[in-house]
């Protein structure tokens, strides 16, 4: 009898045990954004019974115990505890976890960060958990390469030299903001990427706005938005270390180390690295640094203020020479050679280099006015400087055939036997300094719970500072310079300006008001925004300064002097035709834009926006042909854009597609133009050009099982200039007028250097749970050569024009693999990385100017061969 009691005593706890038991599901969103977090590894705590989050953030847990307690960690936030026994089981809904950084909701504010079915606009994100997986020797740029309608490529393979184009618009057209802030150039609109190599250590996520995009900066760009996010501050103690090799010597030492918050409510966070290497291609010898830094203060619950600093100086040899493909196929070096490089005394002189150092200082300030209002504020500081290296004089000898070294040796001798001391040829630098400095606010009330107000200022001031520097006098005593005016026939030594010396002056001053409105399942915005901008050109080389101006008109032999120095007469009356500083010119540009996102279930949504927004001219656009005299015709850009989009989100499947159109009106650029000899470099300031980019774009994510997570892409682009252009003016590297285009035929043609169809397979897989390996397969296919513009010039009269379209470069696909290992050290974490980029070591073809309209006289980037890393991460 007693057996039978306590069998039944056994059955009966065994019962209410399994009665105790259910499963539990949820989506493990951002506590911020609502953004969904996959990947999240969530167990019973206690127990070796766990998931991991989908592409969704939806995570399934079956027969867990009513009482049980679940622990949640997932890289950069703050490991969660969720208790069952409060929040009960079945259906979690949305399961929000805090960031372990302080201030980075905050930031996200500044930054226009987009929400997904929230947000109407087209959008990828990467997170700092896949950077961390595929940085490797990646720059900003290729991390968006599986992204719909992005073309990413290393032009001539230099540390830092990538660029990107989203949907056929270059990065001058594409808004890159960092941590909300603005760092295109103010002049030219140009993202010089160098100046932010080796910071994706930085990075906490990456978000590409495809389009209109969702930043509320007075004016912004046209192809989208690249929004990056750095570390702020941990809020837990601790640290890490990273060492990692890779082919051609590459070399990286980093860092990191976070105080957490204290007891006084301070936080410091710091990171720094070190990255060298000898490049894939010859000549391309590499060295970086980067630096981070953030101290965070919580004032109290309604003010926190936060201080960040970052750069990344470095220097490396460049490729700028575009080579033919008989070049490459008949160098040694075959896709590797480098045409400017050269041996001084038996080292590696880069005659065409890059250096650059560009910190940025932010102080940001958070203030909770109140339940239903916020103010956030950023005052930021830039100062860059450097610039890139080349040649100067009569050309230089090889040490051997077309394919070897410059031989630089060979010039010393030759300065040296000049008899008097004037070098024959020497190394100079092209200098772009700036000071920059602007302040970002934005203001949100909570009007009801309906409808939300938003309004912010956005000033910046710019002042470029743009000259050109003797860097080598190769063995001469000095080189002879008549290009200021000022001071003609000066002998210049090492460091001296040279050739040109002027400054550009940006005055920045915008705002904007934005409402959003949200009811149920419908979200919609309207955004209106205006800025104006005054150009001022100073020129310190091409016109006469105050005291010397005044000295000419008043005295005829003072005149006659300067006449005799500088040529003739004509040469005085040139210098006297515009004071040094030149009239300012003001542009007022503005914005319209709108869209609303409906979830008509709780897997499908479609969104549309459209908007209308006039921009300024470029500054080079405003004083034509370096000079200080203001084109009075230089006109607003005008951009027409929509775009309508369908989302699709479930457990194991998600998908977008998107159609795009946009036109463009009296756009501007600056196209430049390879000569016949390498080191010649030309320019062609383009004005007054029509364009319509249009497309559709394709994504999709799929987890047919646990673990297994794959993503597939396609966009298909038809990008078309729209009109012929009158009178073109060619420049050279130093600024000299060297030819002029009567007429510009390029209507018809296909926007150039951006692959218009691309594609992506990606496949991740986790094979446990510490261990995980993937690739990525991408296409790039109708990708046409940058036409010359030399090579479109047709006679004025010419009434019927046929358009020649440029080459037609050679599709290419390209094979990414990966592999990651998670481990423990004692109770530190730790992670082992490998990379290998193109695998296949595919020859292809990445960026190219067409010639004469015949092959062989396309000039191209080769892109970069097989490339691998690995490296081990210790977490402490």
């Given amino acids: 009898m007693k057996r039978i009691l306590l069998l039944m005593m056994v059955s009966g706890f065994i019962s209410i045990n399994a009665f105790a038991q259910s499963n539990v599901q949820g989506f493990l969103v951002d506590a911020d954004t609502e953004e969904a977090l996959i990947g999240a590894a969530i167990s019973i705590a206690g127990t070796t019974t766990g998931t991991v989050t989908d592409i969704n953030g939806m995570f399934v847990l079956k027969n867990v115990p009513s009482d049980a307690k679940l622990t949640v960690s997932y890289v950069g936030y703050r490991d969660t505890e969720l208790d069952l026994a409060v929040l009960g089981t079945g259906n979690l809904g949305n399961v929000k ?95 010089y990427w160098s100046n932010w190599a080796g910071l994706t250590d930085v990075t906490r996520t990456m978000q590409v706005q495809r ?38 010597n590459y070399e990286k030492t ?181 000071n920059w400095y602007g302040v970002l606010s934005t203001y949100t009330k909570n009007v009801s719970q309906n409808f939300n107000f938003l309004a912010g200022v956005d000033y910046r001031y710019y002042k470029g500072l743009h000259f050109s520097e003797v860097t080598n006098l190769l063995g001469a005593s000095y080189a002879l310079d008549n290009d200021d005016v000022n001071n003609p026939n000066r002998q210049l030594r090492v460091g001296d300006k040279r050739d040109y ?37 100073v020129d310190h080389f091409q016109y006469f300064n105050a005291e010397n101006r005044a000295a000419i008109l008043a005295d005829p032999a003072v005149r006659a002097q300067f006449a005799a120095a500088l040529g003739d007469d004509d040469d005085v009356e040139s210098a006297l035709a515009y004071e040094q500083e030149s009239e300012k010119a003001n542009f007022f540009g503005y914005q319209v834009k709108g869209g609303a996102n409906y979830n008509l279930t709780r897997n499908h949504n479609v969104f549309a926006n459209l908007g209308y927004f006039e921009k300024a001219p470029d500054f080079r656009a405003v004083y034509q042909n370096f000079a200080n005299g203001v084109n009075e015709n230089a006109e607003n850009q005008k951009i027409l854009s929509f775009e309508l989009g369908y989302g699709y989100r479930s457990s194991t499947l998600n998908g977008n597609i998107n159609l795009y159109r946009t036109t463009w009106m009296d756009r501007t650029f600056t196209r430049t133009i390879n000569g016949d000899e390498p080191n010649e470099i030309f320019f062609a300031n383009i004005l007054g050009v029509d364009a319509t980019h249009q497309g559709i774009e394709i994504d999709a ?5 646990a673990g297994l997570d794959i993503r597939v892409m396609a966009s298909f682009g038809d990008w078309t200039w729209q009109n012929n252009i009158d009178s073109t003016q060619i420049f050279d590297e130093d600024r000299n007028v060297v030819g002029t285009i009567d007429r510009l035929a390029i209507k018809g043609l296909k926007v150039g250097n951006a692959a218009q169809t691309t594609a992506a397979f990606s496949l991740d897989y986790n094979l446990t749970s510490n261990f995980k390996f993937g690739g990525t397969l991408t296409y790039f296919g109708n990708n046409y050569a940058d036409f010359n513009p030399i090579d479109r010039q047709v006679s004025s009269d010419v009434e019927n024009i046929t358009p020649v379209q440029p080459r037609k470069l050679d599709e290419f696909a390209l094979l990414d693999v990966k592999a990651n290992y998670r481990f423990k050290v004692g109770d530190n974490d730790a992670a082992l990385y490998a990379n290998v980029t193109n695998l296949l070591d595919t020859e292809y073809i990445s960026d190219s100017q067409d010639g004469n309209l015949t092959p062989d006289a396309a000039l191209h980037w080769f892109g970069v061969g097989r490339q691998f890393t690995v490296g081990m991460k210790f977490n402490f």
């Fill in 97 to 191: 976890i805090k960031a372990d950084v302080i201030g980075l909701a905050e930031i996200e504010v500044v930054a226009s960060v987009a929400i997904d079915r929230k947000t109407p606009v087209a959008v990828s994100s990467i997170g700092r958990k896949q950077i961390e997986e595929v940085a490797s020797n990646q720059e900003f740029p290729e991390l968006l390469k599986t992204s719909p309608g992005v073309y990413a490529t290393k032009q001539g393979g230099g540390y830092g030299d990538s660029r990107i184009a989203v949907r056929g618009f270059n990065d001058v057209n594409v808004a890159v903001l960092i941590n909300g802030v603005p760092v295109n150039d103010m002049e030219n609109g140009r993202v």
């Fill in 211 to 248: 389009g209109l995009g969702a930043s509320k900066v007075a004016v912004p760009s046209i192809g989208g938005t690249i929004n990056i996010l750095t570390n702020t501050t941990e809020a837990n103690k601790g640290g890490s270390l990273y060492y990692g090799r890779g082919n051609n």
């Fill in 254 to 434: 980093a860092f990191s180390l976070s105080t957490g918050l204290t007891e006084d409510n301070w936080a410091v966070s710091i990171q720094g690295a070190r990255i060298t290497g000898d490049g894939w291609a010859e000549g391309t010898e590499f060295i970086g640094w980067n630096y981070f830094f953030n101290v965070s203060k919580i004032i109290n619950d309604s003010h926190t203020i936060s201080l960040t600093g970052f750069g990344a100086p470095q220097r490396h040899g460049q490729r700028q020479s575009r080579l033919s493909i008989s070049d490459v196929r008949n160098a040694p070096q075959e896709r590797r050679f480098n045409p400017d490089w050269g041996i001084l005394n038996g080292e590696v002189v880069h005659v065409e280099d890059n250096f650059y150092h560009k910190p940025q200082f932010s102080l940001n300030h958070y203030w909770t006015i109140d339940a239903t209002s916020e103010l956030s504020t950023a005052v930021y500081a830039s100062y860059g400087t450097g610039g890139g290296g080349g040649a100067a004089g009569t050309a230089f000898d090889r040490t051997g055939d077309q394919y070897s070294p410059i031989d630089l040796d060979a010039a010393v001798d030759r300065n040296l036997e000049a008899t008097d001391g004037n070098a024959i040829s020497y190394l100079r630098a092209s200098r772009n300094d700036h």
């Fill in 501 to 537: 010396n002027n400054d550009g002056l940006v005055n920045w001053a915008g705002g904007f008001l934005q409402g959003e409105y949200t009811l149920g399942d419908l979200n919609a915005f309207v955004t209106l925004s205006g800025s104006n901008t005054q150009y001022q050109r």
């Fill in 701 to 705: 994510g799929w987890q047919p099982v």
